[in-house]
């Protein structure tokens, strides 16, 4: 069984910038997804952004412009280099990797833009 750690969130004032990594360790199986959730209090779970094994990349209209997503298959390390940050980005970030055998969540990351 596979497991995802992430790391890079915290404070930021808005307009600032943060990078999320989530790594993957153990037995992964390929091809797969990676990306991560958002999850502001009271509201639903919903897709940031997202990062195919070839590369190919989705994102929520949101962030589009703002957000990047990469991944480095040789280190099973997914990034997300967030940009111009506003206060509605703020909430617990999940990355996840999913694969035709599994579906992995990394323990979340809290994100918070306020000056």
């Known amino acids: 069984q596979g497991q995802l750690v992430e790391s890079g969130g915290g404070l930021v004032q808005p307009g600032g910038s943060l990078r999320l990594s989530c790594t993957a360790s153990g037995t992964i199986f390929s091809p797969n997804d990676m990306g991560w959730y958002h999850q502001a209090p009271g509201k639903e779970r919903e897709l940031v952004a997202s990062?195919?094994?070839?590369?190919?990349?989705n994102y929520a209209d949101s962030v589009k412009g703002r957000f990047t997503i990469s991944r480095d298959n040789v280190k099973n390390t997914a990034y997300l280099q967030m940009n111009s940050l506003e206060p509605e980005d703020t909430a617990m970030y999940y990355c996840?990797?999913?694969?035709?055998?599994?579906?992995?969540w990394g323990q979340g990351t809290q994100v918070t833009v306020s000056s």
């Open positions: 990062v195919t094994s070839d590369g190919t990349t």
């Open positions: 996840y990797l999913k694969s035709a055998i599994y579906y992995l």
